[in-house]
Structure formats: structure tokens, C-alpha cells
């Protein structure tokens, strides 16, 4: 299997979203995460102020992998895996320099190797969130109309109002990072893990897919998005 060896630059930015299906029951939910391989990770790096050498020479690996042959990549997080570069684009900086921007999409291959998820965490969740976190409520309502402009809305469900809530942890540690960044693959968005919000009391809680800003050494930013549940 070839190799990718050319290291990006700051910053390198990792998304990652989960292969999960939930089954509601009115205002309950149970999740299940499907395939060997739940995890979707796909990174926008950048190779900036590159010499002509450098420019080719990851022009013509990628060129050469074409966007459908896998190749290994040790990521900025140190996890090696397989990858496929299915786009990427170069811009010509100077008379000398050029940088070339690419995304990297994780991919299983029966060669391996390949990344897998953490174990599931087994405590609450108890990293704190940035200021400026913000909360979303959504109610389970449903409308009759009787005509003539009247109607009655009716909440449906022990549970009527369900709360989402957009997390932000920023200047982290690589350390700290690297903590959040398992427990929340250990989840795999399947499992609900106990959370206290900024105000509120503790409940249940999923997250399916974060942001991971890689901004340079011991200096990293995760967005994250926390969905409360219900389950039976």
C-alpha cells in the first residue's frame, strides 16, 4: 500500500460524523451503530508555500491515486489509516512558491490497517464548554384545525421538548483535545452518555458529529453538537 508522507501545515481541520439509525417511540429514541467501521472522518489539509518540488511531487501522488486507490497517511492526531483524496486544488503563491489544498477521506480496506472505534466511555461527560454555547429547544406539537381559523395545539409524548445544544471547546490541549476527541468516537452516536448543561440538571445526551480544528501545537478548537434523548 503506498504512503503519503508529506506533512500539512497548520491549521488541518477533521470532521467526523457516525453511521448511526435511531428508531423513535414517540418522544423516545434508541440508536444503533451499523458496520465494522462507524467512523467518517474527512480532513481539509493544506501544503502551503511549497516549492516546485514539493507542489509536483504531491500533485503527482494524487494525481497518480486518481481519487479511487487508497493510500496510507499518518494524520496530525497520529491515527494511521487508508485514505482516498477524491479532490484537491493549487495556487500559485509567488515565483517560487505554490500550496496545494486537498481532503483526505477515511476509508476501511480489507489490507488494513484500519481505524476503529475507542471503548465506550463509562463515566458523564464533564469537559467544560466554552462561553457563548448556545441552546436550541425543539416541542413535539401537533395542530388541529377545525376550520373557520380555529385550531388547538396539543404536546404529544412524556417528554415534550427536547434540547439541543452547540458546544464549543476552544485553546485545548492536545492532551485535552485527544480526551473529548475518544470519548466522543467511544460513543460512536450510539451511546447516550450522561451531560449537565451550563444551566439545567443532568440528562441524557448524543453526539453524531464534531468539528475538530487542529490551529497549531497544544492550541485546538472542537464544535460539537449535543442532542438530548429520551430512552425507554
Known amino acids: 500500500m503506498t504512503t503519503f508522507t508529506y506533512v ?26 451499523y458496520g465494522l467501521h462507524v467512523l467518517v472522518d474527512t480532513w481539509a489539509v493544506k501544503f502551503a508555500a511549497r516549492t516546485a518540488a514539493d507542489r509536483d ?13 487508497p493510500f496510507t497517511w499518518l494524520t496530525p492526531f497520529g491515527d494511521t489509516a487508508q485514505f482516498l483524496c477524491p479532490t484537491w486544488d493549487s495556487s500559485i503563491d509567488s515565483c517560487l512558491l505554490s500550496t496545494v489544498g486537498a481532503s483526505f477521506i477515511l476509508v476501511n480496506t ?13 463515566a458523564a461527560f464533564t469537559y467544560l464548554p466554552d462561553f457563548g454555547t448556545s441552546q436550541k429547544y425543539d416541542t413535539r406539537v401537533k395542530r388541529i384545525p377545525f376550520g373557520d381559523g380555529y385550531s388547538q395545539q396539543i404536546t404529544y409524548g412524556i417528554h415534550p421538548e427536547q434540547a439541543d445544544w452547540q458546544l464549543t471547546f476552544s485553546q485545548r490541549t492536545n492532551s485535552e483535545r485527544d480526551a473529548i476527541r475518544t470519548y466522543l468516537r467511544g460513543a460512536k452516536g450510539e451511546l ?8 439545567g440538571t443532568a440528562g441524557k445526551y448524543v453526539c453524531t458529529e464534531w468539528k475538530t480544528d ?19
Open 110 to 122: 480489507a489490507a488494513g490497517p484500519n481505524l476503529t472505534a475507542p471503548a465506550p466511555p463509562s
Open 8 to 33: 500539512a501545515d497548520f491549521p488541518v481541520t477533521e470532521t467526523t460524523t457516525l453511521t448511526t439509525r435511531s428508531v423513535t417511540y414517540g418522544t423516545a429514541e434508541e440508536r444503533l451503530a
Open 214 to 232: 487542529y490551529v497549531n501545537f497544544n492550541n485546538n478548537t472542537i464544535n460539537a453538537t449535543f442532542k438530548q434523548v429520551f430512552e425507554p
Open 192 to 199: 447516550a452518555f450522561s451531560w449537565t448543561p451550563p444551566y
Open 57 to 69: 511531487g504531491i500533485l503527482a501522488f494524487l494525481e497518480a491515486r486518481g481519487g479511487t486507490e
